[in-house]
C-alpha cells in the first residue's frame, strides 16, 4: 500500500510540474496579450529552458511572438508619426525569427502515431511572410550605424525565408526579383566589410549556385571576382586559382580573371601559360595594350627573344606612344643586346669582326636613346618622383656613356644627366 501511495504522490508531482511549465507557457501568453513584454520574456525562457516544455512548438512560437510584439509596437509608433525606438523595432524582429524557425521545426515531428501536426507553421509563415521586406531595413539601420556583421545578418535573413521549408508548396509567396538578388550582395558585402571572411566565402559559394537574377547593382561575374578575392585574402592559393580559372571560362570577356591569373603564371614561372592567358587578354581589352602587350615583351625578353619582345613593345607603343612601360622596356631591350654583345666583342681577336660589332653595338643604343629622352619627358610631365626619374636618368647616362667611348661624342648630354643625379 506504501509502495502504491508513494508512486501516485510520485505521479501527482511529475504532473504538477507539467501543468506548472504549461502555465507558464500560458502565462507568457497572457502577458504578452497585456504588452508586459518584460513579464513575458522571463516566464517564457523559464519554459524553453525546462525539458517538460522546451520540446513544445508553442513555447518557441510565443518567443517568436514576443521578439515580433516588440517589432509591431515600434513600427506602429512610426506609423504614427511617433517617435519610435529603431534599435528596439529591428532586434525585435531578429529576436523574433529564430524561435519562429524552432517551432517550425518541432511542429514537423511526427507523434507517437506518426502523424505530423504542425499547429504552428500557417500562424508562422503569415507572419514571415510580413515581415520579410522589413529586413532589409534592418540591415539598412545597421549598416548605418557601422554593424556590418548585424546588417549581414538581417541582409541574410531575408535571402533565407523564402527558401525555408514551410513555403516549398508556396511558389508565389514571394516575388524573387531584381531587389532579392541585390540584397545578397547587401549580405555579402556586409559580412565582408565586418571581416567576416568565412561567412562570405559561404554566401558568395551559395550565390555562385543559385539563379542569377539581372539587377543594377552587380553582374554574375561579381561574384566570382569577390570569391577569389576572399580566398585570396584567406590565403586558400588552391581556391584562389581554381575560382580564377572557373571565372575565365564562364566570363571569358571580363578584364579581372585573366590578368589575375596571368600574374599568378608570371609568379609561378609558368611563362608559357601566362602567354596563352596573354593572348586572349589582348583580345578581350585591346585598349589595356600598353600593359598587356608590355607584359609579354618582358615574358620574351626573359626567354632572350629579344626580336619577338621589340615586336609586343612595338605594338603597345603603337595603341599608346606614351606608354611608359613600354618605352623603357624597349630601351631596356636594346641596352641588353648592346651590353651581351659588348661582352662577345671583348673576347674576340679579330679586329674586323670587334669593329662590325662595335657598330652594331652603337646602333642598338642609339635606339635606346630616343626611348629614354621621351620616357624622361613624359614621366616628368605627371610629376613623377625624384626616385623615378633617376630611374631613367641611369639608362640614360648608361647609353651616353658608352656611346662617348665607342665613339660617339655624348659628353655635353652626360654631363646634363650626371648634374641632375648630383654626380661628380
Not at 524582429?93 to 505530423?116: F, I, Q, T
Not at 511572410?129 to 548585424?150: C, D, L, M, T, W
Not at 576572399?230 to 575560382?243: C, H, L, M, N, P
Not at 610631365?381 to 647616362?397: D, P
Request: glycine share 4%; aromatic share 8%; proline share 3%.
Amino acid at each position: 500500500m506504501k509502495r502504491i501511495l508513494f508512486l501516485t504522490m510520485i505521479a501527482i508531482l511529475s504532473t504538477g510540474s507539467i501543468l506548472a511549465q504549461k502555465s507558464a507557457v500560458r502565462d507568457a501568453k497572457r502577458a504578452l496579450g497585456r504588452d508586459d513584454l518584460k513579464e513575458a520574456r522571463t516566464l517564457i525562457q523559464q519554459a524553453s529552458t525546462n525539458p517538460e516544455t522546451a520540446a513544445d512548438p508553442e513555447t518557441w512560437k510565443v518567443m517568436g511572438d514576443i521578439g515580433n510584439k516588440t517589432f509591431d509596437n515600434e513600427r506602429t509608433k512610426t506609423m504614427l508619426n511617433q517617435d519610435a525606438n529603431e534599435k528596439v523595432m529591428y532586434d525585435g524582429l531578429m529576436e523574433s525569427y529564430k524561435p519562429y524557425l524552432k517551432a517550425d521545426s518541432l511542429g514537423e515531428l511526427p507523434d507517437e502515431k506518426g502523424r505530423v501536426r504542425n499547429r504552428v507553421r500557417k500562424d508562422i509563415s503569415n507572419i514571415l511572410r510580413a515581415n520579410h521586406p522589413f529586413y532589409i531595413n534592418g540591415g539598412v539601420y545597421y549598416n548605418e550605424q557601422s554593424n556590418y556583421a548585424k546588417a549581414a545578418d538581417f541582409f541574410e535573413v531575408y535571402w533565407d525565408i523564402p527558401t525555408l521549408p514551410m513555403f516549398a508548396d508556396q511558389k508565389d509567396a514571394f516575388v524573387l526579383d531584381s531587389t532579392y538578388q541585390t540584397i545578397k550582395y547587401y549580405a555579402i558585402i556586409s559580412a565582408i566589410s565586418a571581416d567576416q571572411n568565412e561567412r562570405a566565402i559561404a554566401m558568395l559559394e551559395r550565390a555562385a549556385k543559385e539563379p542569377f537574377i539581372e539587377n543594377s547593382a552587380y553582374k554574375e561575374s561579381d561574384i566570382y571576382e569577390l570569391l577569389a578575392s576572399q580566398y585570396e585574402r584567406v590565403g586558400d592559393s588552391a581556391k584562389f586559382i581554381e575560382t580564377l580559372n572557373l571565372g575565365a571560362q564562364k566570363f571569358p570577356d571580363s578584364k579581372y580573371f585573366v590578368p589575375n591569373l596571368i600574374n599568378v603564371f608570371i609568379r609561378s614561372g609558368q611563362s608559357d601559360k601566362a602567354m596563352e592567358y596573354l593572348d586572349q587578354a589582348i583580345a578581350n581589352d585591346p585598349a589595356n595594350s600598353c600593359d598587356l602587350n608590355s607584359v609579354k615583351g618582358a615574358l620574351f625578353a626573359e626567354k632572350g627573344d629579344y626580336a619577338a619582345a621589340e615586336a609586343e613593345y612595338k605594338k603597345a607603343l603603337a595603341q599608346d606612344p606614351n606608354c611608359e612601360r613600354a618605352l623603357e622596356n624597349l630601351a631596356r631591350n636594346y641596352i641588353i643586346q648592346a651590353q651581351e654583345l659588348k661582352e662577345v666583342t671583348a673576347t674576340m681577336s679579330s679586329r674586323q669582326q670587334q669593329v662590325e660589332n662595335d657598330k652594331k653595338t652603337v646602333e642598338l643604343y642609339q635606339q635606346a636613346l630616343p626611348l629614354l629622352e621621351k620616357m624622361e619627358q613624359v614621366i616628368k610631365a605627371r610629376n613623377a618622383s625624384q626616385q623615378e626619374i633617376n630611374g631613367v636618368l641611369m639608362l640614360l647616362r648608361n647609353a651616353y656613356y658608352n656611346l662617348s667611348v665607342l665613339g660617339v661624342d655624348k659628353s655635353a648630354e652626360l654631363k646634363v644627366v650626371e648634374d641632375q643625379l648630383n654626380l661628380q
